[in-house]
């Protein structure tokens, strides 16, 4: 056995125990997989995959849909037809999947992405896996949704990309096709970094790669198949979305974007996407979500040292300088993206986790051109905030709390002692719609009729001319209080916060226990 892969067989030893570790976090002792750790949206993978199972096609609430990324769609049918659409097993081994995929799969894609441009030892291929699988976006797997597969799909795009410049060539130019193709397919944002690396291949020199040396016609040849490759791969879906939904974006991006429900303003995106950005690039779990005043201090030290950084990056003359480059250009590129046109704002730090792939490419690089060492310094911090991460988490959890509870439990309790027969919808109907199918989804992600209410601005009128008896969830951004809504449906709080619209109608049945909750 060379070093090399004795240096890759420690690192999977590494990312293995870390994987381990996430167990604790698991409830694998109570097996109850339907109150956490999964997010809301990852019940909508599951909900569309078991209608795929029982042959009613990619369909949510008996209408098409697009609101997924395809690849974690196959894993999700797969992983259904397993478990046979089992209501606890199914969420089980989802998580399962996704933690094997960031920390065994992702760990071997990082050190041998690293091994392209540093001779690879085992201290540095040690290091390299536990600032991955102690990094926060580690805290992704957990959710059950597409971010393992993306930031596999980033690095093996990056990989390929190396190698491609380090000699050109046909195949290397297929090879990049394919790790574009799939990797767009696990997120479709990558397009942005997909796109970088194809322009990269007929300008190497905006990246100061060693192909800058090949004649045109032949860079030119040769970006044409790279992207060739990626437009056979992404078409079948890009064509359905555009034949079906007039738009080749999933319209869960497009229930997300500027003027969305989830929209509050570009100055609460930009803070999110600040905060996040740092806190991606720095690598380490750092508790801004607990500590409201570290977010501010982020921003405000963390930005100016985040550009400084990647300027920094950007003069490093090292092997590794053509996929530090793209990967910082691609992330800016993102950066922008999600600031300008989109919302949500709770999501931007899974958005731009690929940050974390940045931050530690360019700790090695940096560590490789300067200060060996200080990269096994920056990996004991991180993974020491990492421990201290898990116990705390495990200390909240034994005790009935912790961050990893699925946020909408109570609404789907709620939903599910509803009378049989009866309409319901809420804005996050993942969970509620695995226990109780037939949901309906009330925030644009999957239901075609609520996106065109809401891009329209009348979404108040949509709902109070819909079939719904009741509309349920712990907040309806201020539309529950529209006339138009209110001059159908009787409103009240319901326990947990939950607010409750039901429609009057003598064929509705009186809510429980809202028929006595607060009517505010």
């Avoid at 291929?125 to 959710?143: P, Q």
Wanted: with cysteine.
């Amino acid at each position: 056995m060379n070093r090399s892969a004795s240096a890759s067989r420690g690192a999977l030893l590494v990312a293995a125990a870390f994987c381990a570790t996430k167990l604790l976090l698991c409830p694998l002792r109570s097996g109850d997989w339907l109150s956490r750790p999964l997010g809301d949206d990852a019940f909508y993978y599951l909900t569309i995959a078991r209608n795929i199972g029982e042959g009613q096609g990619i369909t949510y609430d008996g209408a098409p849909t697009n609101g997924f990324h395809p690849l974690q769609m196959v894993v999700c049918v797969v992983v259904g037809l397993v478990t046979g659409f089992d209501l606890q097993l199914a969420p089980m081994a989802l998580v399962l999947f996704n933690l094997a995929v960031f920390h065994l799969l992702g760990t071997w894609f990082l050190v041998r992405l690293v091994s392209r441009f540093v001779p690879l030892t085992l201290p540095l291929a040690a290091s390299l896996a536990v600032l991955w699988n102690a990094s926060g976006a580690g805290l992704s797997s957990y959710t059950g949704l597409e971010t393992p597969l993306a930031l596999c799909g980033w690095l093996w795009v990056l990989t390929a990309l190396h190698d491609y410049h380090a000699g050109p060539s046909l195949r290397a130019a297929g090879s990049l096709g394919v790790a574009g193709g799939f990797a767009f397919l696990a997120r479709n944002d990558i397009a942005v970094l997909c796109g970088l690396a194809v322009l990269s291949m007929v300008f190497p020199r905006m990246l100061g790669a060693a192909s800058a040396g090949a004649p045109l016609g032949a860079r030119a040849r040769f970006a044409s198949i790279a992207g060739a490759v990626m437009a056979i791969l992404a078409s079948p879906w890009l064509l359905r979305n555009l034949v079906l939904f007039g738009s080749p974006m999933p319209q869960s991006g497009a229930a997300e974007a500027v003027g969305s429900l989830y929209d509050a303003g570009r100055m609460a995106q930009w803070h999110a996407v600040a905060v996040s950005a740092v806190v991606n690039l720095a690598v380490a779990i750092i508790p801004v979500d607990s500590l409201v005043w570290l977010g501010h201090v982020m921003i405000l030290l963390g930005v100016p040292l985040a550009l400084a950084g990647l300027v920094l990056l950007w003069r490093i003359e090292l092997r590794a300088s053509t996929v530090l480059r793209c990967a910082a250009a691609a992330s800016l590129v993102l950066v922008l993206v999600y600031g300008t046109a989109f919302g949500a704002a709770h999501m931007v730090r899974r958005w731009l986790a690929p940050l974390v792939v940045v931050g530690i490419l360019g700790a090695t690089a940096f560590a490789a051109s300067k200060r060996p060492r200080a990269l096994h310094a920056f990996a004991a911090a991180v993974g020491l905030l990492y421990v201290a991460k898990l116990g705390i988490e495990a200390r909240r959890i034994s005790s009935g709390g912790g961050s990893f509870r699925t946020n909408t439990v109570d609404l789907a309790a709620f939903i599910a002692r509803q009378p049989a027969g009866t309409r319901i919808g809420a804005l996050q109907s993942g969970l509620p719609g695995w226990v109780r199918p037939g949901v309906t989804n009330l925030d644009g992600k999957m239901d075609r009729r609520v996106l065109a209410a809401i891009r329209a601005g009348n979404f108040p009128a949509w709902l109070a001319a819909s079939d719904l008896d009741i509309a349920v969830d712990h907040g309806f951004f201020g539309r529950d209080l529209d006339p138009a809504v209110l001059a159908r449906f009787d409103r009240c709080v319901a326990p947990h916060g939950l607010i409750v619209l039901r429609r009057r109608s003598k064929d509705v049945a009186a809510l429980d226990p809202c028929a006595a909750a607060d009517p505010r």
